[in-house]
């Protein structure tokens, strides 16, 4: 096995029980020495628990240090993964969900990138999406983001277009574990947003997201995820609801006017569409809605500036 800096995976678990097997089982079988495994639970309700016991009992060996948390009641994403953070003891973590997997190879990928790159704190890394499970028959993307012109960037306007988008796949990133704790671990203010949120304080605070191109996760797509997908009956999903405490307090303030004017319709479209029993899948529907993204401030903002440059 190979040698390198402790590395902590914290194993986020929320009645995962379908899943968690495959997970611990993926790091379990990685071919690098300097592991320690904490599982944080989220108070579940069905086996995962109980099945999590029994695998560090046969499996716990492998590893330099386990360790499974149980908190006594639900806390939600952010609290879950500073509850596994301050466990940890390694000089990096990687943070996994406890239904998605990792690609052999993982952390020899990784301790090569930390000796190769000694200025990175942070760095993300490739993932393919898998729907259901990991067979590659059932292999839907390969996300490979090398040729992004955001890693090439400064940390200033990596900040600058996090606000606008984020970038990062949680799942493929590690960090140094001394960074987290600069910044104060994440925000518990937003109980189902960890990430994002996370990557804003990191890069305001100067430390650029370095990346890594070698594929580390293997995610997950399922219905039973703690942000399922939009279905066969909706247009969209309710998480833009989930989102908009955050974005009033760390999106907003440091978009330019009409870029904020533009949220702000998107998010009142997608209410409306609620409140009239418009938000499902249906001809009528789709084209109303996409009519109505089509005059949204920022696409019309667009529009002119496309028709400028064509008639300079």
């Known amino acids: 096995m190979t040698r390198g800096p402790l590395i902590s995976v914290i194993v986020i678990t929320y009645n995962s029980a379908g899943f968690i097997l495959e997970t611990l089982n993926s790091i379990r079988d990685q071919h690098y ?25 046969l ?44 690609f052999p190879g993982t952390f020899e990928h990784a301790a090569n990138f930390i000796k190769a790159v000694p200025q990175a704190r942070i760095f993300a890394s490739s993932f393919a999406s898998f729907q259901d499970t990991f067979s ?35 799942g493929t990133v590690f960090l140094q574990r001394s960074l987290l704790e600069e910044v104060g671990g994440f925000n518990e203010k937003y109980r189902l947003l960890e990430d994002h949120p996370m990557w804003l304080s990191i890069t305001a605070r100067g430390q ?26 909706k ?15 760390m999106i907003y303030p440091y978009l330019r006017w009409y870029e904020s004017l533009s949220y702000h ?11 009239l029993n418009l938000n499902r899948r249906s001809t009528f529907c789709g084209l109303l809605y996409r009519f109505f993204n089509a005059v949204s401030p920022m696409s019309i903002l667009y529009s002119l500036k496309n028709k400028r440059l064509s008639n300079s």
């Open 235 to 249: 247009l969209f999903n309710n998480f833009y609801l989930k989102r908009r405490g955050f974005e009033l307090d």
């Open 33 to 57: 020495e300097s592991l320690e495994l904490v599982i944080s639970d989220d108070c579940s309700t069905d086996a995962t628990i109980e099945l999590c016991r029994q695998w560090i009992e």
């Open 208 to 233: 650029k997201v370095f990346y890594m191109p070698a594929y580390t996760l293997m995610y997950r797509l399922h219905g039973n995820s703690v942000f399922s997908h939009t279905g066969i009956e």
């Open 59 to 102: 499996n716990g060996g492998r590893f330099v240090r386990t360790q499974l948390l149980v908190p006594e009641r639900n806390q939600g994403i952010p609290a879950n993964c500073n509850q596994g953070l301050k466990a940890a003891t390694g000089e990096w973590v990687k943070y996994i969900a406890g239904d998605d997997a990792l």
């Open 136 to 170: 590659e028959s059932n292999r839907v993307e390969n996300r490979d983001d090398r040729d992004l012109a955001f890693y090439g960037l400064s940390a200033e306007r990596q900040h600058f277009l996090l606000v606008r988008n984020n970038y990062l796949h949680a």
């Open 265 to 275: 319709y998107s998010f009142y479209l997608k209410r409306s569409f609620d409140a």
